[in-house]
């Protein structure tokens, strides 16, 4: 069936009926918004961070792929248009683009920050446009007024409706019918299958199953025997039968706010990697109490010359956006993770497990007595901060960082609000 040419009528209406919208390479989509001279040309995001973070279509033709270190793509591809990311864009024509599908669909799942389902069931009546249309009108309202591409899927389940919106990119609007949805299995990869991952490919794979019509074709008897619950639900919304609903509720848990930064040379020098990821902490702590916001554990890294990582997970004794607190645990697991004579390249902090209004209890060590102290300290600082625009205050770990940054130019990542705000 041809994107865009589609009739939904034939979609019989007891059927539920999801859209599933997607960007088409969200973040250069968004980059090209800003400035439309970039159109046509090779565009990737991730400077600050050393490594492609997305792509334009024209730099993935050449060859280019996410993760690829960026000195490569300036030396074997010099005429690409290399960009910092711009988080807080992002993050702004993603809230208008959900507010635009909000125009027309009530439940809304914003299930990341370039996707989102909708449920349209039952409203092709009282808009007076069929379920085609009103995709359509949504594809056109997010093109015209925020100059975004994207692909819209219609289906019967969230499975299909995300098989739906991949089938054609960029700019594709694809309807699976329940009676035609085997025909469009046939030539997806199982492991493009939404939920499969590598690992559960690879074990479909051995077992002969290389496309969704192959794992369609099973008997959910055998699929209750070589695979767990979840894969089940796959298979009968693959089947056209709705299990997985819409959940339209504000996110109240979230995922993770990161800090990162990536410098040349390479070092060893553990004076400065440790302010270095001193600043990360305090950076991270800064966006989680802007956002009243507290992480249950949180991690640092270091990655090396050869693109290598070093990670430690620091479980908090109780949760806390104060740095004073989260500094204290990570210098012991800094010592633990850095090596001698290793160079390393980057440095980064993520923040986990986040939580909302947080009351900390008495205890018996009063270590949550000190935690609130520089609660209170740290809310003092925050009023100023707002009010004089910038940051005033950092901590005597974090000085070499700043120093750093003022001599050399920053190439840290700016808010990673795409973290913050979902799962």
């Known amino acids: 069936m041809s994107p865009s040419e589609s009739n939904t009528s034939t979609i019989v209406k007891r059927e539920k009926v999801i859209l599933h919208i997607d ?11 800003k400035n439309p001279k970039l159109r046509g040309l090779p565009v990737v995001t991730g400077q600050e961070r050393g490594i492609v973070s997305a792509l334009s279509y024209e730099a993935k033709a050449l060859g280019i792929i996410r993760g690829m270190p960026i000195f490569r793509v300036k030396r074997e591809f010099p005429m690409v248009v290399i960009l910092p990311g711009d988080y807080r864009a992002y993050v702004e024509y993603s809230t208008k683009m959900f507010d635009i599908v909000r125009r027309y669909v009530d439940d809304v799942e914003e299930y990341s920050i370039d996707e989102c389902f909708g449920e349209l069931t039952g409203l092709d009546k009282p808009l007076g446009m069929s379920y085609l249309q009103i995709a359509e009108r949504i594809k056109r309202e997010v093109n015209e007024e925020l100059n975004l591409s994207v692909s819209i899927g219609l289906a019967s389940t969230k499975v299909l409706a995300k098989v739906a919106s991949n089938w054609v990119k960029p700019n594709g609007l694809t309807v699976i019918e329940n009676k035609t949805a085997a025909d469009f299995l046939q030539k997806v990869p199982i492991k493009k299958i939404w939920g499969i991952g590598p690992r559960t490919a690879e074990q479909l794979n051995r077992k002969g199953i290389t496309t969704a019509k192959d794992f369609y074709d099973k008997d959910i008897a055998w699929i209750k025997l070589i695979l767990s619950k979840p894969y089940e639900t796959i298979w009968q919304e693959l089947h056209g039968v709705s299990i997985m609903e819409i959940d339209s ?38 966006k989680a109490r802007h956002f009243n916001l507290v992480p249950k554990k949180f991690s640092i890294f270091l990655k090396t010359k050869d693109f290598e990582f070093v990670t430690a997970l620091i479980l908090l004794p109780s949760p806390s956006n104060s740095p004073e607190i989260l500094l204290s645990l990570a210098h012991v697991q800094f010592e633990n993770i850095h090596k001698r004579g290793v160079l390393y390249r980057t440095t980064g902090v993520t923040l986990l ?69 979902f799962l």
Not at 23 to 33: H, S, T
């Open 353 to 421: 497990d986040l939580m909302t209004d947080f009351v900390p209890q008495d205890d018996l060590f009063g270590s949550n007595t000190r935690a609130s102290k520089f609660e209170i300290i740290h809310k003092q600082i925050d009023t100023l901060e707002e009010k004089f625009g910038k940051i005033v205050i950092y901590l005597g770990s974090t000085k070499s960082a700043i120093d750093h940054k003022a001599d050399k130019g920053g190439t840290d990542s700016e808010d990673l609000d795409k973290n913050l705000l």
């Open 23 to 33: 960007g088409d390479a969200f973040f250069v989509g968004v980059e090209i918004a």
């Open 249 to 286: 509720a504000s996110k109240t848990v979230y995922s993770s706010i990161q800090k990162t930064r990536s410098f040349h040379p390479s070092t060893n020098d553990k004076t400065f990697l440790w302010s270095q990821l001193s600043k990360h902490i305090e950076d991270s702590c800064r």
